[in-house]
């Protein structure tokens, strides 16, 4: 069976697809008797297909020229696909250990196939509001983004090189066009696709509407989103973004990816640890009531910037006389201007990540896509005073972000919030 032209798979023309493949077949021994593929796409735009056989397995992400969970009338790009597999391979090269392999790519069906992160693999959002408690999760975090996001800005590279690279991301303008929606514009006004925990959050979702000094700073961040190119950033780095077992974390689903602040990429992840923080009094019970499991989050807020921090550091003082041209050697070439710089750019990250992070977790809960964090708590009043106490923080992040000094003080605010 010929795929000259797109069409969205099903599981019985998926098996054709395989057979006339050899990048997949090969991987499950050209073997179809006992193949078992399920479709698990619970996410908001693409198919996701698992396929498994007696001999391997993998998995087919297609993209749709549609949001899924909005329908046909809201288009979207399958060009995503394309961005999603470069940004996989690239941060798969630099960081092997944290990004599944991709097997396969069709440009005109809009098809990856990758690794399949076999079971015990579950995404982090629902081991979070299981209460599972994932040691190595702030390391390998940490390391993923350290890495991918220090060797692809100018601190590594060339101008000419990272101008390349950026030119071919810009390809990806109508998913950061969806971010500045979704993040930056319609929780700030009255937009049909927002919703929130009504009549409990009817007046915090005006609140936010109307409030100048917010709309002030969305502005400035929404700015940096679209004008500053620092890095290749995963675009959508939240915790249903993250596969994990006790010993294994995995970053997937960088279709939003583009070069953008370093800064979106850290506090899409950190804002939504301080959501599942939130969110575990609506998860208590008589048996457990999630106090040491908070305990563990705000452990793992603090350890994963902290360590960010020592790793990025660390890669900047061992490349500082490569290729990277943001600091040409021959003009700071003493270690007190080092350390001078060092602590100017680290300080502006860790203010973009409070503020990115602010904005992610606002839109999380008046804008138009929710978390389960908070949706999977049945009852709306419990809910709906999770997300007010989330909520509150996240203002406070963003007007005052640069009041912030170290994380430290971030997480004695999250719980300030929470007393």
Known sequence: MAFSDFRPLDEKSLIDYIKATPSLSSKIGDRYVDLKIKEVGDGNLNFVYIVVGT???????????????????????????YFEAVALQQHGGLCPEHVPEVYHFDHTMSLIGMRYLEPPHIILRKGLIAGIEYPLLAEHMSEYMAKTLFCTSLLYRSTTEHKRAVAEFCGNVELCRLTEQVVFSDPYKVSEHNHWTSPYLDHDAEAVREDNILKLEVAELKSKFCERAQALVHGDLHTSSVMVTCDSTQVIDPEFAFYGPMGFDIGAFIGNLILAFFAQNGHADQGNDRKIYKEWILK???DTWNLFHLKFIALWDEHKDGSGEAYLPAIYNNSELQKLIQEKYMKELFHDTLGFGAAKMIRRIVGVVHVEDFESIREAGIRADCER????????LLKKRREFLSIGEVISAIRHVQS
């Open 55 to 81: 001999s391997g397995s993998f998995v087919i992400k297609q993209a749709l020229p549609y949001v899924r969970c909005i329908g046909e009338s809201w288009p979207m790009t399958k060009e995503r696909a």
């Open 300 to 302: 793992t807020i603090e």
């Open 389 to 396: 106490r989330a909520l509150e923080l996240a203002k406070t």
